[in-house]
């Protein structure tokens, strides 16, 4: 019995006409196509509502919609279950994800991860396979589009919940899977963070868990009798995206009865998705070989860290809105960067973001501003 997990699988402008005829082999090439089709299970990540009603919500980064005419696309790629535990599920508001919903039922097709309000939402599932029952968890980060106690969404990890959930889980099935859409784009590592994380998912039962997210083929680690694959790349995302990460990605096979993995490489070209070259896999584990290292995550994640504190300091300076801003900060060259990173400036910056006190407050006031001030601004 063999299990197949893909990452982001997203018809965008160059793929739709493929997705609406659902014709796999334009979407995936034939090579792909045929190992998909041999899976007992396949279950990939749709990162993307299925709307006819462009409703986009105000968030920061793309609001994303596809035709509900495109699940032919899924169906054609043996899809068997999708999660919708992603930082996309609410991209054109609820009605969007109700949208979602109703074609993936309509159609035959399992989802996970959301629900009405976060008690549905967290609730995971078991599916039975060669005589075995396969848990499948889903959690995600916390951006856009999580659920709350009385609004519907994904299910946003709970650092303090999760773990627990994770382990009484473990108790009802012989092989428990966690997806968790999570981790920073484009870094191929585990950050320290993610990395304590998914160690202690493993630690409280799961077999495997898999980083998605990160449009990044990122790398793995065996862990206390489990498997971490931190970033599995793009499944089929097609765009213009001048990121070398973005363009290719693996399928992860898992056969139940030998419990062996495999690894297929993919290529996204202008048009969809072929079988990629070998030395995406050997990038894979020469990576997995580099995090055995002592410090080198350190090392990696402070490269990675450096290359985004002006970004994030421009954003904390409201130059995102403010053009007068924008242009004292010298329009993108960040010539007063300076100020934000004096030393008593510098302290309260970290006591307010890293101290949880704080913190809290400042996110629950913001959000609770965003509520009352949304349809004004």
Request: charged share 25%.
């Amino acid at each position: 019995m063999k299990i197949i997990i893909g990452a982001d699988l997203v018809p965008t402008k160059a793929t739709e006409q493929y997705f609406i005829d659902g014709n796999g082999e334009a979407i995936v090439g034939k090579e792909v196509l045929e190992r998909i089709q041999k899976a007992d299970f396949c279950l990939y990540n749709m990162e993307v509502p299925l709307t006819d009603v462009c409703e986009p919500i105000d968030k920061a980064g793309p609001a994303l919609i596809a035709k509900t005419s495109t699940i032919a696309g899924y169906k054609a790629l043996n899809t068997s279950m999708v999660t919708l535990c992603n930082n996309h599920t609410l991209d054109q508001g609820e009605q969007g994800l109700i949208s979602t919903m109703k074609v993936l039922e309509e159609n035959g097709i399992d989802y996970i991860g959301v629900g009405k309000n976060i008690e549905e939402a967290r609730q995971p599932k078991i599916v039975e396979l060669g005589g075995k029952k396969v848990g499948i968890f889903t959690c995600c980060a916390h951006e856009f589009s999580f659920a709350t106690e009385t609004t519907m969404g994904a299910y946003a990890v709970d650092y303090l919940e999760t773990p627990d959930e994770i382990m009484e889980f473990k108790k009802k099935v012989d092989y428990l899977i966690v997806l968790y859409h999570g981790g920073k784009e484009y870094f191929r590592y585990g950050s320290p963070e993610v990395m304590k994380l998914c160690r202690k998912f493993v630690d409280k039962g799961a077999d495997l868990v898999v980083c998605q997210h990160t449009h990044a083929v990122g790398c793995m680690e065996d862990y206390n009798g489990g498997k971490i694959i931190y970033g599995q790349g793009n499944f089929c995302f097609v765009s213009n995206n001048d990121s070398e990460e973005w363009h290719t990605g693996m399928l992860i096979e898992l056969d139940l009865d030998t419990m062996k993995f495999d690894y297929i490489p993919l290529q996204m070209t202008e048009d969809g998705v072929v079988l990629g070259d070998k030395s995406i896999i050997d990038g894979f584990y020469e990576r997995t070989e580099a995090i055995k290292q002592p410090g080198y995550v350190d090392k990696v994640y402070e490269e990675f860290a450096n290359q985004k504190l002006k970004y994030y300091l421009y954003v904390f300076a409201g130059a995102m809105d403010n053009p007068e801003v924008a242009k004292a900060w010298g329009e993108g060259d960040f010539k007063h960067i300076k100020y934000l990173l004096q030393k008593k400036s510098r302290a309260h910056l970290i006591n307010h973001v890293e101290c949880e006190d704080h913190r809290e407050i400042f996110l629950y006031a913001v959000r609770k501003y965003r509520e009352k001030h949304y349809n004004k601004d």
